[in-house]
């Protein structure tokens, strides 16, 4: 076995006056000392310090009431994440000039009088038992000072494969949708138990942001979300899930945000409950704009996820590759706001059929496409078997209903990104590349051709791209399939949720 398998243990340490000086949500390794960009002028923030200054927290007052969980796997790095605190409770103000899609923690940390500090280990398995000497740990404190009393569960993880390591099989656990009040997360506690897989990707719908205060599962806060206040609060609630708990404790995760982890139907100017109009701003929520939104929920989920930040000078990006040894590149895309055209929603709803074809219209803007086209490409170039991206909606050609209606919020709303994706693969003669998919609710397998450009046979998959992906597994009932067109067409809707 060439990948490593790593225990974490994590402790406390209490009023200690020295200072992290790694960030617990996107350390390792980072730049970001160096980065003078990611500067805060400290005195302009108020600080959660501010309200029980000068109180130390006592030991019986903290928990780890939100388990412990890793992310974005690396050969040589992997992001660790927990969360220790009295309650699940958040500042309410935040004041201060900040970079854009700020989340930086760590002068938060620093700014506090009595910082919260943890000791963590990493061991090496050995042969499934965690090997007695740490292979990275933080140094700051000595061991002889550490008080152990607060004691995190403890963990597994595992780093990612080297990209020229030679891999047969490699099993990933496939999420997406995870709507708390609906029901139990069964889905990602059976997948803990059953243990067969070597990591976690989740294509959005993380959290939601819709009201939904009923029930046992009732959300938290009981409306929709809009302030920073709002979306940590609703972080925090999902976190304490069980199952979510333990499917994080053992894997890592690879996650990207769908549109609920902001808001509905969202692309880079808007959602379908608020947009950019004076009438939108005025009427729809407490006068909160679309940006200022946005910046709120991104930083909490980059607070509350295991995730890395890849391009130190733009906070705003998630979208990044991971090199699977020599089986596959896991592509994953932001096709929700980097930078995408305006979706259906409040104010285009009635004219989306009318643009759905335009040239100009990008699911992911240019920067972002053109960077996954040079992923698709490096990826055939370095002899990756597969190309598997993990994005957000449905990239199929895909009918509604006997009128011919297609989506306004997938791929067939933005039919010349799609088409330029297929050229380059055609152009490029990629082959063996999967789609994946959330945000529809639903199971689907398609054929992955351009058609009525390129030949493809039904019968056989000839002509397809996506290295005969075994067809006919699709769960749902209420679905055709077109074989001479490879269109699905849904006649009936069933939701399924986690
Ligand atoms: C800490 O968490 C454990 C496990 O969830 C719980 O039993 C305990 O009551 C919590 N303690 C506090 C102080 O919240
Ligand atoms: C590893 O552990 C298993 C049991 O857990 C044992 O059967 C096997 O012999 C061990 N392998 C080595 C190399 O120690
Ligand atoms: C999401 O947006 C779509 C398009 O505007 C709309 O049909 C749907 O009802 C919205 N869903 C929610 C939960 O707001
Ligand atoms: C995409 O390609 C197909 C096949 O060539 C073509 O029929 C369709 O018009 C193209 N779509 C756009 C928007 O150009
Ligand atoms: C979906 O199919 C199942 C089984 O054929 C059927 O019982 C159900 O009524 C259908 N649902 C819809 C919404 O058509």
Request: aromatic share 12%; proline share 4%; with cysteine.
């Amino acid at each position: 076995m060439i990948f490593t398998t790593a225990y974490i243990v994590l402790g406390t340490l209490l009023g200690a006056q020295a200072l992290l000086n790694s960030n617990l949500n996107y350390q390792s390794p980072s730049r970001r000392q160096e980065h003078a960009i990611l500067s805060i002028d400290i005195p302009l923030v108020e600080r959660r310090a501010w309200k029980r200054n000068p109180e130390e927290y006592a030991l019986d007052e903290l928990n780890f009431t939100h388990g412990i969980a890793s992310g974005d796997p690396w050969p040589e790095s992997i992001i660790l994440w927990t969360r220790i605190a009295p309650t699940g409770e958040s500042d309410k103000k935040q004041q201060g000039d900040v970079p854009l899609y700020y989340h930086d923690t760590q002068p938060y940390i620093d700014a506090d009088p009595h910082p919260i500090c943890l000791e963590w280990s990493v061991f090496k398995s050995n042969n499934g038992t965690a090997a007695k000497e740490a292979v990275a740990k933080d140094t700051t404190f000595p061991t002889s000072d550490i008080d152990f009393t607060v004691k995190s569960p403890l963990g597994k993880t595992k780093t990612a494969y080297r990209e020229d390591d030679h891999l047969d099989k490699i099993s990933l656990a496939v999420f997406s949708c995870s709507n708390y009040p609906k029901g139990y997360f069964n889905a990602y506690g059976n997948a803990a138990r059953r243990q067969n897989h070597d990591h976690v990707v989740h294509l959005g719908g993380y959290i939601y942001e819709n009201a939904d205060p009923t029930g046992e599962r009732g959300h938290k806060p009981p409306h929709v979300l809009l302030s920073l206040h709002n979306y940590r609060t609703r972080h925090n609630q999902y976190k304490t899930d069980p199952d979510l708990q333990l499917l994080s404790k053992d894997w890592a995760w690879i996650p990207t945000w769908d549109d609920h982890e902001i808001a509905n139907n969202s692309y880079r100017d808007g959602y379908s409950n608020l947009d950019t109009t004076e009438v939108s701003f005025l009427n729809d929520g407490p006068r909160i704009s679309v940006d200022q939104r946005k910046m709120n929920a991104v930083r909490a989920y980059f607070e509350w996820m295991p995730i890395r930040q890849v391009d130190l000078d733009d906070n705003l990006q998630i979208w990044r590759n991971f090199k699977m040894g020599d089986l596959f590149d896991l592509i994953i895309l932001d096709t929700r706001y980097y930078d995408r055209s305006i979706a259906d929603g409040k104010e285009s709803n009635d004219y989306i059929d009318l643009i759905r074809y335009d040239a100009g219209r990008s699911i992911m803007g240019s920067r972002q496409e053109n960077w996954f086209f040079r992923q698709l490409s490096e990826s055939q170039d370095r002899g990756a078997v597969w190309r598997v991206v993990g994005n957000q909606v449905m990239f199929s050609h895909r009918i509604e209903d006997a009128s011919g209606q297609m989506a306004g919020d997938d791929w067939n709303a933005y039919t010349r990104s799609r088409n330029r994706t297929l050229k380059h693969i055609y152009d490029k003669e990629i082959n063996n590349n999967i789609f994946l998919a959330g945000d529809s609710h639903q199971n689907w397998v398609a054929d992955l051709t351009w058609t009525g450009k390129k030949p493809y046979d039904p019968d056989s998959g000839d002509g397809s791209v996506d290295g005969r992906v075994e067809r006919g597994r699709v769960k749902h009932t209420n679905l055709t399939f077109n074989t001479e067109t490879n269109e699905w067409k849904v006649i009936g809707f069933e939701k399924m949720y986690l």
